[in-house]
């Protein structure tokens, strides 16, 4: 069966593929279900999840990309304009290019501003810069290619509690300016720059409980600052120089935690053993 993949709260996890009824709803409807239906229902839904039960506090952090979801968008200046009528606290724009012009409007509505998902833009400095006036921003998702003094900027925002950076190339630098935020829950980012000791800033988290890397090139060491974080509960690496063995220990150390790597567990992680595991 082809599995299938949904961001749930900054963590890849598997989902069955959504059957389609072409008999009619009214018909099958009026078909009484065969026992052995049902038990083989009940029975894929307990083999192919994957869901991580203790993510559903956090909001799914990934944009809409369905055709009907984007054609329902708003346009910036519309979204904007809902920001100055009191009616709205968000910026969500995944189709739209966003200007530096434009990013800089959203400063006189700074503080009623909680959330900002961009994902293509044309932003300098002083627009990162900005960012440190939005101080009740508690969701940020940036898919542009930070770097430290942006990461730097983006630390000054003291509320965000999900932080999502998937294109970012910031080095080890500004990620102890990030380990002050002491609201950050959820922390997604790629960076092909950040090495162990930038992993032991990012444990210095007081509240995470989600960390996602993409193509960070940590190795077994940068997984020990996080033998004594029990109280992270997702942990998963796309892409990392990391080994089975230092997987182990992580585990060994906290066995609660939700571990990936490639979006799969290893063999012996309990928390995988109703789907498919990383072979020895």
């Known amino acids: 069966m082809k599995n299938y993949w949904t961001w749930v709260a900054g963590a890849l996890s598997k989902r069955s593929p959504r059957s389609v009824d072409h008999s009619g709803a009214s018909a099958q409807a009026e078909r009484p279900r065969h026992p052995a239906f049902i038990l083989l229902s009940l029975t894929l ?3 192919l999840g994957c869901q991580n039960t203790e993510e559903e506090g956090l909001e799914n952090t990934e944009p809409s990309n369905t055709s009907a979801q984007l054609s329902t968008e708003s346009a910036f200046a519309e979204q904007l304009q809902a920001i100055t009528d009191g009616t709205s606290g968000s910026i969500v724009v995944t189709k739209e290019l966003v200007t530096s012009e434009q990013f800089q409007q959203l400063q006189p509505h700074a503080e009623r501003i909680e959330k900002i998902e961009i994902i293509r833009a044309e932003l300098d400095q002083s627009d990162f810069d900005l960012l440190a ?6 969701w940020l998702r940036l898919d542009l290619p930070i770097d430290d003094t942006a990461l730097s900027s983006i630390a000054q925002c003291q509320s ?9 190339q910031f080095t080890d630098q500004p990620l102890e300016a990030i380990s002050k935020l002491k609201r950050l829950e959820l922390f997604r980012f790629h960076s092909p720059n950040v090495t162990d000791a930038g992993m032991k800033q990012i444990a210095n988290l007081p509240k995470l409980k989600y960390l996602h890397l993409l193509e960070v090139p940590i190795t077994d060491a940068g997984l020990i600052p996080f033998h004594d974080r029990h109280d992270l509960q997702s942990f998963y690496l796309d892409g990392s120089k990391v080994t089975d063995d230092g997987l182990r220990a992580l585990l060994k150390a906290n066995p609660e935690l939700h571990l990936h790597r490639d979006q ?3 063999p012996e992680d309990p928390l995988g053993k109703d789907h498919e595991s990383i072979e020895p």
């Open 45 to 47: 839904l307990i083999l």
């Open 133 to 138: 006036t939005f101080s009740n921003l508690n």
């Open 160 to 168: 965000l509690r999900i932080l999502n950076l998937p294109q970012g």
């Open 264 to 266: 799969l567990h290893l």
